[in-house]
């Protein structure tokens, strides 16, 4: 079994819930309210800022047939923060003066730090399962939500064609790089991979919730 697919059959159950988690469903139904998305896109807009930094450094660290693909995953970025610009001008948000919560806060701590002291397959592996579970919460979003809706550049974004062929290619690398491994090396890509899946449910509870510092 391919890392991938054994990753996902392990916690599938950690999967389900991140997928199923009331702020997706709701945005999916045309129910969530305003200011919950509000809040979420403040503190996703620093979550994309500082995965900017995260990049530099894997371009950095990385084998040379890495800085093409990650050259075009940084312009892709910088159209992500643009979306986010777009969408705060017509909500009347200052995204200059957000400050990230504990939970955005831990999550980029957890990528730079990664960046910088894990091997590249567990590096791999956290982007992956980031990319994964945004393409796929987006897609559900996108099955339900109603036409005309102020998320469509959101739903574009990570829901489409061009977005699902960069998570594909993630997670063909990470098959590739990790075939012939030990169970003791899987089993540590395997914890990665589930934090990771931790961080992105915190993420929605706390944009749900609108969780902050004391």
């Known amino acids: 079994m391919k890392f991938a697919e054994r990753a996902h ?10 997928l199923s988690h009331p702020f997706i469903t709701e945005l999916g139904q045309s129910r969530l309210d305003d200011t919950i998305f509000d809040f979420w896109a403040m503190q996703d807009y620093i979550f994309v800022r500082e995965a900017i930094r995260f990049f530099s450094v894997l371009m ?33 948000i200052d995204l200059d003066n957000v400050q990230p919560t504990p939970i955005c806060h831990a999550y980029n701590s957890f990528l730079l ?9 567990a590096n791999f592996v956290i982007l992956y399962t ?3 579970a945004y393409h796929e919460a987006w ?4 099955t339900g939500i109603k036409k005309g809706t102020p998320y469509e550049s959101f739903i574009e974004n990570w829901a489409g064609e061009e977005f ?3 998570v594909d290619w993630l997670g063909s690398e990470l098959d590739s790089m990790t075939e012939g491994y030990p169970e003791s090396r899987l089993a540590r890509l395997d914890e990665i991979f589930l934090l990771t ?5 915190l993420f929605w509870e706390m944009a749900y919730n609108r969780l902050k510092w004391m």
């Open 60 to 92: 950095a660290r990385f084998p040379r047939k890495y800085q093409k693909p990650f050259q075009q995953t940084l312009a892709g970025l910088e159209h992500e923060l643009e979306i986010f610009h777009e969408y705060a001008k017509k909500r009347g």
């Open 113 to 121: 730090s990664s960046a910088y002291h894990e091997d590249v397959d």
């Open 139 to 142: 897609k559900k979003v996108r």
């Open 164 to 166: 699902r062929q960069y």
């Open 9 to 18: 059959a392990k916690y599938a159950a950690e999967w389900d819930k991140m």
């Open 197 to 201: 899946v931790r961080y992105e449910y």
């Open 130 to 132: 980031a990319e994964k």
